[in-house]
């Protein structure tokens, strides 16, 4: 069985911050899990209440994402151009970071697009 | 004749025994800043500087006779909020414990931190906290009666907000160690006016330990309070936590702090041995069982 893309992508933006969630969540910080619970509990009471809830609650969580993303990458060309004295933020907003928001920024406008609403049948 | 050769020989007795009874681990801590300074130029701020900072302090240990560990932690970000973008702090405590010399005895956490600011050498900040605890461990492990164990800890991370110390804090609570006091050393190597003020934050039940023993080797003391460095990370979990360092808000603070001119050069290492000894003193009533 093939999953549909629209379906992994979604799959793997919320496993992506449920891994975050559980790391932070066994180093005392809980914020990061609280959050995907309640992305995680918000979307599966969005599917119950049907009426295309649950695809206006992906689509608004892909808006999350992109935010998410520039958030992302404008925290790291600040840290590029305003210097900082945290080594810990230097080394972790380089290249790698970068591509990672570019991922989660193309990922939440994919899901925007992928989850828009089906045009309902045409009665003639 | 007989006389005067006695009189020159008297002075000189006098004038060696009294620089040796005033500074007598001056010269091992500048030997021991210089070989920091070397081995981590040009700073240990990065985590490349401070993984080689780690392994050369591990080696310090040993010299000294204490098996030196490496404990590395993983820390949430100063602020909650940075948790949902940044990676956790990865950091390298490095740590040596004297046993006591009696069963079930509390623990006495001796701290400093030697990471650095970026670019700078750290030589005051916190070098020579490094090499005060240094000193101190090798003088408490020397000591035949030891009332309680003493845990040397040279934390990282401390310039990105005390991370280390409240890494190991946790991780000796969540052990459920049993914590006597924490004493630490943040910056006490400048002494511009040559008062040898000293400013300490203590609690109450602490204070005039330290109070007494500085009043008897004539060091001018004042006590403050402040967040700013690793006994916070200990005071936070209830645990009575000293901080010594140099005269702040005496105005007489290391104006190289932060810069690449805080070298063991500029340290006025007299002062810094004057307060490691002021510590152990201390520690050394404290682990011999002199004050309650």
């Known amino acids: 069985m093939r999953l549909p893309l629209k379906i992994v992508v979604l799959a793997l933006s919320l496993a992506a911050f449920a891994v975050r969630g559980v790391i932070y969540g066994l180093l005392g910080s809980v914020l990061p899990l609280a959050f995907i619970l309640g992305v995680l509990g918000l979307m599966v009471a969005a599917r119950l209440t049907g009426r295309g809830a649950g695809r206006l609650a992906v689509r608004c969580w892909g808006v999350c994402l992109v935010i998410y993303g520039l958030l992302r990458l404008g925290l790291a060309g600040l840290l590029a151009f305003a210097p900082v004295g945290s080594p810990h933020a230097i080394a972790n907003t380089g290249w790698v970071f970068m591509l990672v928001s570019a991922l989660y920024l193309a990922a939440g406008a994919y899901l925007v697009m992928a989850w828009r609403a089906r045009s309902g049948p045409v009665v003639v | ?292």
């Open chain 2, 1 to 292: 004749m007989f006389l005067r050769v006695a009189i020159w020989v008297g002075a000189l007795v006098l004038v060696t025994g009294a620089g040796q009874a005033q500074t007598p681990f001056s010269q091992t801590q500048r030997d021991f800043l210089t070989r920091l300074q070397n081995a981590t130029a040009p700073a240990r701020s990065s985590a490349s500087e401070r993984d080689i900072a780690a392994d050369f302090l591990v080696a310090e240990l040993e010299r000294r006779g204490l098996a030196g560990e490496r404990r590395t932690y993983h820390a949430p970000n100063v602020h909650p909020l940075l948790d949902l973008i940044m990676p956790p702090f990865t950091g390298v405590n490095v740590t040596a414990t004297i046993p006591a010399t009696r069963a079930s005895a509390p623990v006495i956490v001796l701290g400093a931190h030697y990471d650095s600011e970026a670019g700078s050498p750290g030589a005051d900040d916190n070098g020579s906290g490094v090499a005060a605890v240094l000193t101190i461990a090798e003088n408490l492990a020397a000591e035949p009666r030891r009332d309680f164990a003493v845990i040397l800890v040279l934390f990282d991370q401390e310039e990105e907000g005390k991370v280390g110390s409240a890494a190991y804090a946790r991780q000796l609570l969540n052990a459920g160690v049993d914590i006597h006091s924490m004493h630490s050393i943040d910056m006490a190597g400048w002494d511009s006016d040559g008062d040898g003020a000293i400013e300490i934050d203590a609690p109450d039940t602490w204070y005039p330990r330290y109070d007494r023993a500085a009043r008897s080797m004539g060091i001018p003391i004042v006590r403050v309070t402040y967040d700013s460095s690793d006994h916070v990370s200990f005071r936070n979990h209830g645990i009575d936590a000293i901080c010594l360092g140099e005269a702040f808000r005496l105005r007489d603070a290391s104006p190289h702090r932060h810069r690449p001119t805080d070298t063991a050069d500029t340290l006025n290492h007299d002062y810094l041995a004057r307060n490691t000894r002021l510590m152990l003193t201390v520690l050394l009533d404290l682990i011999r069982g002199d004050t309650p």
